[in-house]
């Protein structure tokens, strides 16, 4: 029984030094995102929505529905500063419940519902998009989910992954 125990604690001390790492890694790159649309914006002679975005990051930005479905990389940007912004907070609840010794799976499954409510609120707004993943094959599919090739693939890996958890948890109900 107490191999058990150290093989659970030392399972939790890496989910929690991975999900740490995660969050360090997300609010590291924030600047870097915001400062990536910025001048995004400044070279196409958006100047408006740049002073926006720099003067507040998170309510700058423009809303989804407004960016047109052929720009793959204003959209990437967007969806994945709000990620960044949003995601930090929910990784450290869930680490302070993996710290105070709440079981494992629970907590993991629990953050995958939270993660996936986060993306669902932010990909909500990208109706062409979801509509692009009902035209295309399963070998697109396939390269897609393996290999991303550019920010409309990272976009749809994201919307495949959404769907992927609304089947998995359509099916535990």
């Known amino acids: 029984m107490g ?9 939790r001390v890496q989910i929690i030094e991975k999900m740490l790492t995660y969050k360090i890694y ?9 400062n990536e649309i910025v001048n995004y914006y400044r070279n196409n002679n958006q100047k408006l929505d740049a002073d926006r975005v720099v003067e507040d990051p998170i309510n700058g930005l423009k809303n989804l529905n407004s960016v047109s479905y052929e720009n793959s990389y204003e959209t990437y940007l967007i969806t994945q500063i709000k990620i960044t912004i949003l995601l930090p907070i929910t990784i450290e609840e869930h680490v302070r419940m993996l710290n105070v010794d709440e079981d494992i799976d629970s907590v993991l499954e629990l953050f995958e519902l939270k993660v996936y409510d986060i993306k669902k609120d932010i990909y909500s707004n990208l109706g062409e998009w979801e509509l ?4 295309i094959d399963d070998e697109r599919i396939s390269k897609i989910s393996s290999n991303p090739k550019g920010h409309g693939d990272l976009l749809l890996k994201e919307l495949l992954w959404i769907r992927k958890c609304e089947e998995k948890h359509a099916k535990n109900v």
């Open 3 to 11: 191999v058990f125990n150290i093989s659970e604690n030392n399972e």
């Open 26 to 34: 997300l609010e590291n790159s924030l600047d870097d995102l915001i």
């Open 132 to 135: 692009v993943l009902d035209h």
